[in-house]
């Protein structure tokens, strides 16, 4: 029964983010350059967000907002914005919102955040874009769904996007990243515990290939 209820949540959860996507297809930031912020984001987080965006060429052919949000459950969120008479091509913008502060956090403010900390921190949400990438507008439905309701899958995808960002040369800002996180007691216990369970290791990020490695097929002998 909890697992049903669980799916029916996910199922909620999926719907809510894509009507949210679809009526930020209407009403997106109005600017003819991409990537596109938000009025009034502060330079600090433009600067690093640009720095790891000239690495993420493949990117660079879509629309793209930063948007600084009020995030309840997060303190970045990566997304396509889907035009739901398109549900079934792959025709998609992106957008990324920013929360003001760290989750969880009073005094934490994204702005004053480190610099290789934020530039860590958006190569691993623009490695979730890249990750998006291999799937139609209806399979990122299906993505949502797993990523709610399977802890196996978010780790999953959580370790891919930071191999990607990894692969574009943010390696040494990946860790720093995970570093200020993990070490700073000014971050909840509560949002540690989350990024130590779903997050690549410190140790897995310094031992991470940095291009792609082919898997190969089991031979039996």
């Known amino acids: ?89 792959k025709n998609r913008q992106y957008k990324l919102d920013v929360a003001e502060k760290v989750l969880d956090s009073d005094d934490l403010y994204i702005a004053d955040l480190p610099e290789n900390v934020l530039r860590g921190w958006f190569a691993h949400e623009l490695g979730h874009i890249v990750d998006y990438e291999n799937h139609s507008n209806a399979g ?11 802890d196996k899958y978010k780790r999953e995808r959580e370790h891919e996007a930071d191999s990607i960002a990894i692969r574009h040369g943010f390696r040494k800002d990946v860790i720093a990243a995970k570093k200020y996180i993990l070490e700073n007691d000014f971050i909840s216990p509560a ?14 990020a310094e031992l991470c290939p940095d291009e792609l490695v082919p898997v190969l097929p089991k031979v039996e002998i």
């Open 1 to 89: 029964m909890r697992h049903k209820y669980k799916f029916i949540g996910g199922l909620i959860i999926v719907s809510v983010l894509i009507g949210i996507s679809f009526s930020l297809e209407k009403t997106r930031v109005k600017n003819t350059s991409s990537p596109a912020f938000s009025a009034g984001i502060n330079e600090n987080i433009k600067k690093a967000f640009l720095d790891v965006w000239q690495q993420y060429k493949e990117l660079h052919s879509y629309g793209f907002d930063v948007i600084q949000n009020n995030l309840g459950s997060s303190t970045m969120q990566a997304q396509p914005v889907i035009n739901l008479s398109d549900i079934f091509g």
């Open 140 to 150: 990122m439905i299906a993505y949502g769904i797993r990523y709610v309701l399977s």
């Open 191 to 204: 949002y540690q515990d989350q990024i130590k369970k779903y997050y690549m290791t410190i140790r897995g």
